[in-house]
């Protein structure tokens, strides 16, 4: 019987203890007409031998293109030591730190996680993580309506990821928050200053770098949501923070909170998750937070330990009244991150952000230098560009598929004003020899 | 120490990283960062011993027996975690073609068929990534509902003041008010409160069967019947279907709409808090609303079904498709596991806790509910050991570590004084049970004869009991230097 | 538990006090904090709002419990105690001296119609089985 440790003799003897003639008759509770019969669609029990033949087999159908998606989810170098460590049991297999005393490395783990994120992003606290980053935004615009007390409205940029932008609409839609979307400049990709009067809003996201790869001016943005107001939510990919500046140094007070995606931080990109969303903010904000949080405290002997805390706000204690329905933190995948921030350290992620960011300059550049190929807006970038090419992207994409490379994300139906619009990006991951392929090999579909 | 105390100005992991700084100077210096984030600057070798060492300041299933209820602590298969990362599915960018992940969806539609039968559902979706997050598709799928055949007035969701606190926020979340409804003495719903409750405003009702309460809902035809009689959807808490799997189907006691914790029944790690993964299961008249995006097979080939086909979808919960690694673990553990394997779950975890409970019985624990059979889970209440000593649930609680185990969930259910919800689940031998039966003997002897012992509890571990109020009222958050 | 005869008290444990110029202060009951067990936070209203009878308008958090306070009549906030928001334990000290808000009542009569001790006393007991 897979992973049960049962003798007969022993569920002999357990049942005369119980006093129950059978297994069967410690369910008598059960009305009998709710009993059902067999499992038909699943199948006979695979020993660990089979299930891993047959893993192996589907593992080598997928995901050995060579990559330039990025679009939310990026292709980093993972050192060897991140995910080892990670799948240590006491790790993998240990339960939510509830009882602190047996949990002090989880909770000392996050204690510095949110140390990391809260000096990444430039904000005063951090959160133990929530799911991922769509739902990091969405938390955010709900908590930024909390905070505000009064206006139900939240100004959203079309360059915010359109999936993001789905998952806040789920999450919001009967909340009666109003998502009030920006337009971008056409020639620039960036958001620019509003010059109509947007009303009473609670928050202004900020996408940097935004969904187009282009950078936004974040200064003269923020300054313009407080002048009139509003919060700022600043959403970011981690990465960049290496080189670009902290949310809570934009404009003249700062971002207020800020979220996105940690999956760059550690995290392969296996078809979309698990990855983790992570969420800073300002001191005054830190009991509108919703999630997980863990402070240090003492002992009764005076020593340093670790424990959740304010767990008043949140739904096991507050039930109708919490702050979120948020239990979990993504707390595994956090801790990888972790361990790859520390194995990185500050110069390292810097250079895995330089290097994302000049291989992308290069790549685009080449791609750029292809008959029917431009480059669509004129902003400054960090690791993506949107390239515009002379025929539907569709065939094209295919083309290099054949040839084993993933060529970009598609924007043409998320974003139809930009024509025949390709999403590329070049991680740290890629070497010159992979960027003139792509090249070559782009040249060579839209040659025929 | 803190990672940050290991930390040397200049000192880095340089097999880490790239190996020459390129070129940004392309970039604004407005748009740059000009101070250096508290990152550690530390060799792989400090990092790798650190991390290693906290581990070993945790309690886990790979080390210690952990009968938590509500959640499960079952046994995760190894094999489940060393398949599910393979180098090809841990590559596969979430917006590569179909065509490149058919290993993976060819897993995940098996895994939602698995799904449909064991919870006897039409439907099922993969997209949540937690239990917390199933409960919103599932509430607000209920909403979706009513709201398509314009039947605004339903309003209000009704939930039993046994069930998890997750409920009633859930169903704020949705727009909704949340009526709470009393339990008998029996730990079943109080059947009449629940008829004078419902009504045209009545959207659902959210219950956990067996209860959170650790016991089968008897009546739950006649809840069925009520609920739906007054026009009502119910909702399916499948927080404890490890009590049921392979034996009762929700969709066969009537529920519209499901939602599985596979990080419980599924042996998905927990990981420290996540991440889990809260597929949702749906009757025919909800099919029209699931969360996207659903796998489908058309042709023998395999692809997500998003916006554009399911149109009435309430939306998306992430941005791809949810926790897929964990998907895939749950995958190959179903696969193990087979048909009869799943069957075998419940009847030995129901073996398992009834087992224990008689036990401890024996052992002279006061029963919560000494009536009723355990599903799962069972409770035993210290009141009568505070009353006498002064030791609480907590302290007990606390104790159990310095004997090597994990505490059972303290306080929770809330219904019931200085209580202890006890799961073994159905990975634990006779021997464990009865070794952990000892030390509980041990340890209400120690509380009568020195209750200051047990109070002061725990010794063994890396650090005695906490200051919570301190950790509360004198923030600190994140770690700054000097 | 204290329960001082002067002072008018609600189902949700607030005490009541009226004051020479007509205005009414309230905090929580010491029973209350006896529940709840060390206060950690402390969120008054707004010096300046119009709160309706039984309106919640502060909340009160423990380590295990937050709780929220309700307005015992209706009325406009015109203080608010800045110390307990700094120092909630003193609630826990003295919960009659940690006077939480002061209102102008609307109309007041109102406070005529809440518990005095003896009713609050029957109702703390009650409570108790």
């Known amino acids: 019987m897979p992973f049960i440790p049962h003798t007969d003799e022993d569920v002999t003897q357990m049942l005369a203890a119980i006093g129950a003639p059978s297994i069967d008759a410690l369910f008598d509770e059960i009305p009998a007409a709710l009993r059902s019969g067999k499992l038909t669609q699943v199948p006979e029990a695979m020993t660990e031998m089979e299930i891993s033949r047959l893993m192996h087999e589907r593992a080598d159908l997928d995901g050995r293109q060579l990559n330039f998606i990025g679009a939310g989810a990026y292709e980093h170098h993972i050192p060897a030591a991140v995910w080892q460590i990670t799948t240590r049991g006491e790790f993998y297999s240990a339960y939510t730190p509830y009882q602190a005393e047996a949990s002090q490395g989880t909770l000392q783990l996050i204690y510095e996680y949110q140390t990391m994120m809260a000096s990444l992003t430039g904000m005063d606290v951090s959160n133990a993580s929530l799911y991922d980053g769509g739902s990091a935004l969405a938390e955010a615009v709900l908590m930024a309506v909390r905070a505000h007390k009064g206006a139900m409205r939240v100004l959203m940029p079309k360059t915010v990821s359109p999936l993001y932008r789905a998952v806040v609409r789920a999450m919001v839609k009967n909340q009666h928050i109003e998502l009030v979307e920006l337009d971008y400049d056409p020639d620039s990709g960036a958001t620019p200053v509003p010059t109509a009067d947007m009303g009473d809003f609670a928050a202004l996201v900020i996408p940097q770098p935004n969904f187009f790869g282009v950078l936004e001016d974040v200064d003269v943005l923020t300054d313009w949501a407080h002048a009139n107001g509003g919060r700022v939510i600043a959403l970011t990919n981690p990465t960049s923070l290496a080189l670009l500046k902290a949310p809570g140094q934009w404009g003249a007070a700062g971002a207020d909170i800020v979220v996105g995606d940690g999956q760059p931080l550690g995290a392969p990109l296996s078809n979309g998750g698990p990855y983790y969303g992570f969420m800073t903010c300002k001191q005054a904000l830190v009991r509108q937070m919703p999630g997980r949080i863990v402070g240090r405290t003492v002992d009764l002997e005076g020593k340093q330990g670790f424990t959740l805390t304010l767990q008043a706000r949140e739904q096991h204690i507050r039930r109708s009244k919490a702050t979120s329905n948020i239990c979990t933190n993504q707390g595994l995948v956090v801790t990888a991150s972790t361990i790859y921030m520390s194995l990185l350290g500050p110069e390292g992620l810097k250079r895995v952000a330089a290097t994302s960011h000049a291989n992308t300059r290069s790549l685009l550049a080449q791609l750029c230098a292809i008959p029917g190929v431009t480059q669509a807006f004129s902003g400054y970038g960090f690791h993506e560009a949107v390239v515009q090419l002379d025929r539907p992207v569709v065939p094209v994409l295919a083309a290099l598929q054949a040839q084993g490379i993933l060529g970009g994300h598609d924007l043409s139906a998320d974003y139809p004003e930009l024509g025949n619009a390709l999403l590329i990006c070049a991680t740290e991951t890629k070497t010159a020899a992979d960027l003139q392929r792509y090249a070559q090999q782009l040249s060579l579909a839209l040659s025929q | 120490m803190l990672i940050f105390e290991h930390s040397r100005p200049n000192r880095a992991a340089h097999a880490q990283m790239p190996a020459h700084a390129a070129d940004i100077s392309d970039l604004p210096a407005h748009l740059l960062r000009q101070d250096v984030p508290l990152l550690p600057q530390a060799s792989e070798m400090d990092v790798v011993r650190h991390y290693t060492r906290l581990s070993q300041k945790n309690f886990s299933i790979d080390t210690q027996f952990y009968p938590l209820g509500s959640c499960t602590m079952k046994y995760n298969p190894r094999a489940c975690n060393s398949l599910a990362m393979l180098p090809g599915f841990l590559a596969r960018h979430p917006f590569a073609p179909a065509t490149t992940g058919q290993g993976y969806l060819a897993s995940m539609y098996e895994l939602q068929e698995m799904l449909k039968d064991v919870t006897g559902m039409a439907g099922v979706s993969l997209a949540p990534m937690a239990g917390a997050q199933g409960e919103f598709a599932g509430v607000a799928m209920i909403r979706a509902y009513h709201d398509s055949r314009g039947d605004a007035a339903r309003r209000e969701i009704i939930v039993p003041n046994a069930a998890h606190g997750t409920n009633p926020a859930t169903a704020v979340m949705c727009g909704y008010t949340v009526r709470e409804i009393p339990t008998d003495k029996e730990g079943d719903v109080d059947l009449e409160a629940l008829k004078a409750a419902v009504g045209p405003h009545t959207a659902g009702l959210m219950l956990t069967n067996p209860s959170t309460l650790g016991v089968f809902e008897k009546q739950i035809q006649d809840i069925q019947k009520i609920v739906h009689d007054a026009g009502g959807l119910l909702y399916y808490d499948g927080a404890n279907l490890n009590a049921i799997l392979g034996r009762v189907k929700p969709g066969d006691m009537g529920f519209d709409v499901i939602h599985m914790n596979l990080h419980k029944t599924f042996s998905t790690p927990h990981g420290g808090g996540g991440p889990g993964a809260g597929p949702v299961g749906v009757a025919t008249r909800l099919l029209p609303f699931m969360p996207v995006p659903v796998v489908t097979k058309e042709n023998n080939q395999y692809r997500l079904l998003v916006e554009g086909d399911i149109p009435a979808t309430i939306g998306r919960m992430s941005a791809n498709h949810g926790n897929a690694g964990v998907l895939l673990r749950a995958y190959i553990y179903a696969r193990m596991l087979g048909a009869e394997g799943m069957h075998r779950v419940s009847e030995f975890a129901t073996l398992n806790a009834n087992y224990l409970l008689k036990e401890l019985q024996q052992a002279g624990f006061d029963i919560a509910f000494p009536t009723r059979r355990a599903s799962h889970e069972f409770i035993i209440t210290l009141k009568k050991l505070k009353d006498e000593t002064g030791v609480s649930a907590m302290d007990f609680a606390k104790r159990l570590l310095d004997y090597g185990y994990h505490a059972p969930t303290t306080y929770f259910p809330m219904l019931v004084p200085e209580c202890l919800l006890i799961e073994p689940t159905e990975t634990e031998s006779k021997e464990t049970l009865d070794a952990f039966v000892i030390a509980m003997k041990t340890i209400l002897t120690e509380a009568y004869a020195t209750p200051e012992l047990v109070k002061g509890a725990p010794y063994t571990q890396p650090v005695r009991r906490l200051d919570d109020v301190k950790a509360a009222r004198e923030l600190d958050l994140v770690w700054r230097q000097g | ?129």
């Open chain 3, 1 to 129: 538990m204290s329960i001082p005869a002067d002072l008018k008290y609600t189902a949700s444990h607030e005490w009541v006090k009226t004051n020479a110029d007509g205005t009414v202060t309230v905090g929580i009951t010491a029973h209350a904090q006896d529940l709840l067990g060390d206060m950690v936070f402390v969120e008054n209203p707004v010096v300046g709002r119009n709160l309706a009878a039984g309106e919640e308008c502060a909340v009160v958090e423990s380590v295990k419990a937050a709780s929220d306070v309700y307005a015992p009549i209706a009325g406009v906030v015109v203080a608010s105690n800045s110390d307990v928001e700094t120092s909630p334990e003193t609630i826990n000290q003295d919960a009659y001296a940690a006077w939480m808000f002061t209102i102008k009542p609307t109309n007041s009569a109102d406070v005529a119609g809440l518990m005095d001790a003896t009713a609050y006393q029957a109702l703390v007991e009650s409570e108790a089985h």
